[in-house]
């Protein structure tokens, strides 16, 4: 089955800790996505990449980090410099341009910070 | 600021009637406007994709689009408790030398049986 996973499905960090998130896709699509969604409000966009190696910063990037070194994997790291975490994470994914085509979503990482 | 605006409700209907979700966005350059779902604890699922003007309609789901007055709506009839979620509009806008995507805060739609 084609699709987008992510792991772990929950995830607990302390203080100074920093944890990667990982997101997997088997849909051969060029564009990845993270974005962060806290209680009550949209999805906001962490970083993107469209091709392999290349990646760009979304509306808050601060704290976190991103490498897309193979089209199936788009790893994001949370560092200890992100200082409110506790969100759900979103890994998402599209044929191409966002505007040319629709993104399809894995099933979320939830972070807690103890 | 590029913006997706969404009443958020709780908007709620009784089974079998028509629920109507709203959405207005600032950037006149859209092309592309998409309705997700997105159940509690679950992420979104995409249901209908529309970038001209009028009507799409998928089943039982009617996506309205309106670029001269920046409006987009969905309309969900003969509204089943399956259907109680919280939708999100979403829209693309250009952003440096790609677009992104935009999303709404979202509409939560509750069906009473």
């Known amino acids: 089955d084609g699709g987008i996973t992510q792991s772990p499905k929950y995830l607990f960090r302390k203080e100074g800790q920093n944890v990667t998130l990982s997101c997997e896709q088997n849909?051969?699509?060029?564009?990845m996505y993270w974005y962060r969604q806290d209680p009550g409000q949209g999805l906001r966009l962490i970083y993107y990449s469209q091709i392999v190696n290349d990646f760009q910063k979304g509306d808050i990037a601060e704290g976190y980090s991103v490498s897309r070194e193979k089209k199936e994997s788009f790893p994001l790291t949370v560092t200890s410099a992100q200082k409110n975490p506790t969100a759900f994470y979103l890994c998402?994914?599209?044929?191409?341009?966002?505007?040319?085509?629709?993104?399809?979503f894995g099933p979320g990482t939830r972070l807690t910070v103890l | 600021q590029k913006e997706v605006e969404q009443n958020s409700g709780p908007l709620s209907v009784p089974e079998g009637a028509i629920a109507s979700l709203n959405c207005t966005y600032s950037?006149?350059?859209?092309?592309?406007f998409f309705w997700y779902r997105q159940y509690s604890g679950k992420s979104p699922e995409l249901i209908m994709f529309i970038y001209s003007n009028g009507d799409k309609e998928d089943g039982r789901f009617t996506a309205q689009l309106n670029k001269a007055s920046q409006y987009v709506s969905l309309l969900i009839r003969d509204s089943q408790p399956s259907d109680s979620a919280t939708y999100l509009c979403?829209?693309?806008?250009?952003?440096?030398?790609?677009?992104?995507?935009?999303f709404g805060p979202g509409t939560s739609l509750s069906v009473i049986p």
């Open positions: 950037d006149r350059g859209s092309q592309s």
């Open positions: 979403a829209v693309n806008a250009r952003w440096t030398s790609y677009d992104k995507v935009i």
């Open positions: 998402a994914s599209s044929i191409q341009n966002p505007g040319l085509g629709s993104q399809y």
């Open positions: 849909l051969n699509h060029d564009a």
